[in-house]
């Protein structure tokens, strides 16, 4: 089957530009985006590279293209950066006294509630590694037969970097550049025959827990050798789109890139797409840091969770991004206001200005997803007094469909945050005292929150500004 190239443009890391992304079966865009390792909630930052996932996608079924989405469940293997030989499910499972699958199950489940709650259309496929080890057997028995892995002396399996030429494509790190030790994962440890080299499978020495027989022992499986397996297969060997955030690019990308290649003996992955870091108040989250925020922190707060997602649209994939709890706040608004104007249908509907507004806004997001001027076309046409309400309804309605921020769902004015609320009771109280100094005083302080409120003979009204 020929493929159909599709009017999504996205920056490709490897190739450094920008280009369509093409249906090589022609019937339907075969993405894969690497998923959380479950051994803790994801956080804000995990959940913007999830939400580009899905902006992606929505942005392809919007344009009548049919997709195929895979995202792993990655509940073994994931080894701690910072400390040898620690997994990071096992930590967490011996820090919590809990059955390591009894921890991963709950955060996935959590991990699958945060999603319903973004509005994150599901992906076609969950796979766990812990479930896939046969896949990634099969496929490290390969790459031993074709030359590109060896058993060290350790018994663990290694996949052999010269091996594989073009090494480093991806994020500029050519083999000969790449020092003894640079991360845990490059140490020397003499079982490997070169420092670059990483493990596919480990010996499971004398680890007992989350271990599985293989031709070279017991053991388990690397953290990179599980996307190549589950991406090979579940996507017929071979990836249009592959997602991931930033930090990935190398060495998880870079080796899982080597690895798929040298099995499958062609470019597997058509285009590598990253999403930018997210920093919190200024700084990279991290526990020690204590700016570590989860999405049930936002709703312990009364804020909408499709705030967290505006907050994101309003910033290019591409940029780093500094998220503040004023910045989601004002998202709040700003939605709970849009949905007050975009739920009205009113008037007739210009059919043609419904066409040429949604339109203009999508190509905006196919050119390299762009939301950001996207968006600022959308607050043009909420603020726009030659259009009728009901073709703003029917503009919202549309753009929704890619921007996912249920724009024209009917609030009830109860949504408002509890602040406002005390502001409202507090001057209309202060309306049946008659302190009408204090009265206008409430009602500056409503007015700078985006609320204007009227007198009327059957007492105080309020609408957004
Ligand atoms: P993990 O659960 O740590 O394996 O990460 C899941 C996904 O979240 C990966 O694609 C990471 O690249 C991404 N990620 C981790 N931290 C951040 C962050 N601060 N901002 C954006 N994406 C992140
Ligand atoms: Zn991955």
């Not at 910072?82 to 809990?98: F, H, I, T, Y």
């Not at 990253?274 to 009364?302: C, Y």
């Not at 997602?309 to 591409?318: A, T």
Request: proline residues 3%; hydrophobic residues 40%; glycine residues 6%.
């Amino acid at each position: 089957m020929s493929g159909v190239k599709t009017g999504l443009q996205l920056y490709d890391t490897k190739n450094k530009e920008t280009k369509a992304v093409f249906i090589s079966n022609g019937a339907e865009v075969r993405i894969y985006c690497c998923g959380p390792t479950v051994y803790r909630d994801a956080h804000v930052g995990n959940l913007r590279t999830f939400l580009l996932a899905d902006l992606v996608t929505r942005t392809l079924n919007f344009s009548g293209y049919r997709t195929k989405l895979i995202q792993n469940i990655t509940d073994v293997g994931h080894m701690n950066e910072d400390v040898p030989d620690e997994d990071k499910m096992l930590a967490q499972s011996s820090k919590e006294n809990r059955d390591p699958f009894e921890i991963a199950r709950d955060y996935e489940r959590k991990f699958h509630q945060d999603l319903a709650l973004l509005g994150v259309k599901p992906a076609d496929g969950y796979p766990r590694a812990s479930e896939t080890i046969d896949l990634m057997i099969a496929l490290i028995s390969k790459l031993i037969e074709n030359g590109n892995a060896y058993v060290g002396t350790d018994a663990s399996v290694y996949f052999s970097a010269q091996t594989f030429e073009s090494y480093g494509a991806i994020s500029g790190n050519r083999l000969d550049a790449l020092k003894p030790g640079h991360r845990f994962e490059y140490t020397d440890d003499g079982a490997k025959r070169f420092h670059a080299d990483w493990a596919l499978w480990k010996n499971a020495g004398s680890r007992t827990q989350m271990v599985w027989e293989s031709p070279w022992g017991a053991g388990f499986p690397g953290w990179h050798i599980e996307c190549s397996a589950m991406s090979l297969k579940l996507l017929s060997g071979h990836v249009d789109l592959h997602i991931g955030g930033i930090d990935l690019r190398f060495p998880h990308h870079e080796n899982e890139r080597a690895q798929s290649n040298a099995a499958d003996g062609s470019e597997v992955v058509d285009l590598w797409l990253h999403g930018e870091h997210l920093l919190f108040e200024g700084r990279k989250m991290s526990k020690s840091a204590g700016n570590v925020v989860l999405l049930k922190d936002l709703i312990a707060k009364g804020i909408d969770p499709l705030a967290l997602r505006l907050c994101f649209l309003e910033n290019r994939y591409r940029s780093q991004m500094d998220l503040t709890w004023d910045s989601i706040k004002t998202a709040d608004g700003t939605l709970a206001k849009w949905r007050e104007r975009f739920s009205d249908k009113s008037g007739e509907i210009d059919l043609e200005q419904v066409a040429t507004n949604v339109a203009q806004m999508a190509l905006d997001i196919n050119l390299d997803l762009d939301t950001p001027r996207a968006l600022q076309k959308l607050r043009k046409v909420e603020k726009d007094s030659t259009l009728s309400p009901a073709t703003k309804h029917a503009i919202a309605l549309k753009i929704d469909e890619i921007i996912g921020l249920e724009l024209t769902k009917v609030m009830s004015k109860k949504a408002v945050d509890s602040n406002i609320q005390e502001l409202l009771l507090a001057r209309a109280n202060a309306r049946t005292n008659k302190d009408f100094k204090l009265s206008d005083e409430l009602r500056d302080k409503l007015q700078s929150a985006g609320i204007e409120v009227k007198d009327t003979p059957s007492g105080q009204e309020w609408n957004w500004l």
